[in-house]
T-cell receptor, first 112, second 116 residues
Framework: DAGVIQSPRHEVTEMGQEVTLRCKPISGHDYLFWYRQTMMRGLELLIYFNNNVPIDDSGMPEDRFSAKMPNASFSTLKIQPSEPRDSAVYFCASSRTGDGYTFGSGTRLTVV | AQSVTQLGSHVSVSEGALVLLRCNYSSSVPPYLFWYVQYPNQGLQLLLKYTSAATLVKGINGFEAEFKKSETSFHLTKPSAHMSDAAEYFC??????????????FGTGTRLTIIP
């Protein structure tokens, strides 16, 4: 099992550009979570999916953020347009019902 | 609603000394509890979990945690610290959210430093 796979590992972009982060969850996991981690705010849950359906997106900071899960093996988090305050490490995690989460290695986003 | 409190955002111990990281939870029902570790530039990794079986739970890398209902605590311990234990540690509790799904609520983390 390759675990949760995120790409890219690092992303540097200019303010105003569109950014797309990608995640491949573990096969058989029915939950997928997107988190953001910063020094100031710690670990924040942005959105989670159950069986590919978005359940709770109340953590998405603004309309500039959107997430999709077109199938059980792929999810994206998009920021358009990006701003410097979006700079953070973004984690994807997946789980099966009743289990703990398995996290990916994260995408470090820097918006300049 | 449940929450989890980690006492001490930074803990320093000498190499070979006991590691004790504190976690308290608030819950009206028996919880599922977890400890995660995050090494620099990596994601969170599951150390151990309590799911209402044995109250003393053993995890990876020599860590263990004891569930104490009377104290609403789930402290993480390791008898002898290694330099490689330097990391950030997160306690988490599983709770049903408004949509009826079990979801983890994470504590704010404790950064463990090992003194040579």
């Amino acid at each position: 099992d390759a675990g949760v796979i995120q790409s890219p590992r690092h992303e540097v972009t200019e303010m105003g550009q569109e950014v797309t982060l990608r995640c491949k969850p573990i096969s058989g996991h029915d939950y997928l979570f997107w988190y953001r981690q910063t020094m100031m705010r710690g670990l924040e849950l942005l959105i989670y999916f159950n069986n590919n359906v978005p359940i709770d997106d109340s953590g998405m900071p603004e309309d500039r953020f959107s997430a999709k899960m077109p199938n059980a093996s792929f999810s994206t988090l998009k920021i358009q347009p990006s701003e410097p305050r979006d700079s953070a490490v973004y984690f994807c995690a997946s789980s099966r019902t009743g289990d703990g989460y398995t996290f990916g290695s994260g995408t470090r986003l820097t918006v300049v | 609603a449940q929450s989890v409190t980690q006492l001490g955002s930074h803990v320093s111990v000498s190499e070979g000394a006991l590691v004790l990281l504190r976690c308290n939870y608030s819950s009206s029902v028996p919880p599922y509890l977890f400890w995660y570790v995050q090494y620099p530039n990596q994601g969170l990794q599951l150390l151990l979990k309590y799911t209402s079986a044995a109250t003393l739970v053993k995890g990876i890398n020599g860590f263990e945690a004891e569930f104490k209902k009377s104290e609403t605590s789930f402290h993480l311990t390791k008898p002898s610290a290694h330099m490689s234990d330097a990391a950030e540690y997160f306690c988490a509790v599983s709770e049903p959210d408004n949509f009826g799904n079990e979801k983890l609520t994470f504590g704010t983390g404790t950064r463990l430093t090992i003194i040579p």
